[in-house]
């Protein structure tokens, strides 16, 4: 079969996930010599369009970490999406926490609406909520485990005992558990799903916010209003050129800190081929 495109295909509201999707599928179009496209669904408007594939594509296609699955906002649109015989690669972008069974989620979801599955992997990226977790990751190193994954690939996809319907293996269980659970210090579940970030006077009301909320919910009028659901990216607060964006919940930050006072162990990617 003959592939003549690679697609890089990403969610990616604060850039980690974007930056690890189109490493491996930059090289694996230079390596089969076939150009690299990019479908960037973070936006609102560009999740209202259909996307489909086709068997001349290999798709690199990638979320992030989301309470340990894929984003569950992000469900009913994967849906929709059409793979039509392509090939892919599933990868998750985690918080240095754990992706539990968000790979095998997003692998079976792929799996189920028409993409071959053939290799997988789990990367780190800097933590939503914090600076300091997974801090600048995607590095150098997880790049380059990124670029040499992708060489290995290109040739599976190359080898004359590729079989493209063999499902990849990947880590994880089936059926998939609940979503990840924080707790407080008493081990009482902590609920921070309705919690939202606020906004300081040092805002310039530049708009920025407004226009790269994945979910569209910052009001353009007035920034300091919310129109919709909060997934909690931080792609407001890590973005806004003044930090005026930010989050005063107790149990958000309590959360927060428990998250960088326990896994201060550097995780690395794991890798399925
Ligand atoms: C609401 C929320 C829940 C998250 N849950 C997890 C998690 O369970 N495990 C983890 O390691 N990271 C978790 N993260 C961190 C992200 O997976 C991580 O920062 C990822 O690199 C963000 O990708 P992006 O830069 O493409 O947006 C969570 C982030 C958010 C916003
Ligand atoms: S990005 Fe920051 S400064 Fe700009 S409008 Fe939003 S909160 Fe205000
Ligand atoms: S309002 Fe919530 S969903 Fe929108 S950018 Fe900020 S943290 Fe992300």
């Not at 010599?33 to 408007?45: A, E, G, L, R, V």
């Not at 990849?168 to 707790?183: H, L």
């Not at 970030?197 to 979910?215: F, R, Y």
């Amino acid at each position: 079969m003959q592939r003549k495109n690679v697609w890089s295909v990403y969610f990616s509201a604060t850039g980690t996930t974007e930056k690890i999707v189109t490493t491996i599928a930059k090289k694996i179009g230079e390596d089969l010599d076939i150009s690299m496209k990019k479908f960037d669904f973070t936006f609102p408007n560009v999740r209202l369009q259909k996307k489909s594939f086709t068997t001349e594509d290999i798709v690199v296609f990638g979320v992030p970490v989301i309470a340990g699955r894929v984003p569950n906002l992000l469900l009913k649109y994967l849906d929709t999406i059409e793979g039509n015989g392509a090939l892919c690669i599933p990868i998750v972008a985690y918080g240095n926490r754990n992706y539990d069974d968000a790979l095998i989620e997003l692998r079976n979801i792929l799996s189920k609406v028409g993409f071959k599955p053939i290799a997988a992997g789990a990367f780190i990226g800097e933590h939503s909520f914090s600076q300091v977790l997974g801090e600048n990751r995607p590095d150098g190193k997880d790049l380059d485990i990124a670029t040499n994954f992708a060489d290995n690939i290109s040739k599976k996809i190359l080898s004359s005992d590729f079989n493209e319907n063999e499902i990849i293996d990947v880590k994880g269980e089936n059926p998939i558990r609940q979503y990840y659970q924080p707790r407080d210090s008493k081990g009482n579940p902590i609920d921070i799903r309705k919690v939202t970030p606020k906004t300081n006077n040092l805002c310039i009301n530049c708009k920025l916010c407004a226009v790269i909320c994945p979910l569209g919910s910052i009001k353009y009028d007035n920034v300091r209003e919310l129109q919709g659901v909060c997934m909690k990216c931080c792609a407001c607060v890590k973005r806004c050129p003044v930090e005026a964006k930010y989050y005063d919940d107790e149990n958000y930050l309590y959360h927060q800190h428990e998250l960088e006072f326990q896994y201060t162990r550097r995780a690395e990617p794991d890798l399925f081929i």
